[in-house]
């Protein structure tokens, strides 16, 4: 099997994009993005750092955590996590960005690129309050452009079928996992534990 390592040799391999596929990029958010985001409850936000080294960080919350402050302007509120800050760090470095946005249920996803800035201004961290808590800082994602993205890949995944769900017990739980890649020696949390501490701090910015 040959490395494919131009342009002509992927392209010959493949059919031109259909005309629709090729329009539907926009270099803002029309009514139905904006309608999209506002049903929002997972993303992935892809960053990289100013030596090229990638990253790619979930988000998720309620229906309508996700902002479309307006036609050019995503918001995406930071809550707890595990304080590495890889996303934050890349943006630092490199303001460019890429997201995908899923709904559950519905089979396309929506892709947003743009250039990122984190802000902890009042004026965007006050629209993501939850239960009277706000969160340290957004990431302002200007919109360069963003389209609708078809339902195969999700489709093909089963994704939103209740059949296509996994027991969580299949795989050992997320402190076992961690004891046996890092060496810890304590025992285990169980994961019904960690997952009632992750409940009480879902909302929490510290």
């Not at 993005?33 to 990253?55: P, Q």
């Not at 961290?125 to 706000?134: A, H, I, K, M, P």
């Amino acid at each position: 099997m040959a490395a494919i390592e131009t342009s002509q040799q992927l392209r010959a391999m493949y059919l031109e994009p259909k005309e629709r596929a090729v329009k539907k990029q926009m270099p803002r958010l029309d009514s139905h993005c904006k309608n999209f985001l506002g049903l929002v409850r997972f993303a992935v936000l892809s960053t990289c750092d100013k030596d090229g080294n990638m990253d790619a960080s979930p988000r998720g919350g309620e229906a309508g955590f996700i902002k479309a402050v307006d036609d050019h302007t995503v918001i995406v509120p930071d809550w707890t996590g595990n304080n590495r800050l890889d996303t934050f760090s890349n943006i630092i470095q490199n303001r460019r960005i890429g997201a995908i946005f899923l709904v559950p249920g519905v089979d396309e996803a929506l892709r947003v690129n743009g250039v990122a800035t984190l802000r902890n201004d009042e004026a965007f961290t006050s629209l993501c309050e939850v239960n009277g808590r706000f969160p340290k800082l957004v990431v302002h994602i200007a919109v360069k452009e963003a389209y609708l993205h078809c339902a195969k890949a999700i489709m093909r995944a089963d994704l939103w079928q209740p059949e296509a769900k996994v027991e969580r017990s299949v795989l050992p739980t997320m402190n076992e996992m961690l004891r046996d890649q890092i060496g810890q020696t304590e025992p285990a949390e169980p994961q019904a534990v960690m997952r009632e501490r992750h409940l009480n701090e879902l909302y929490l910015n510290k």
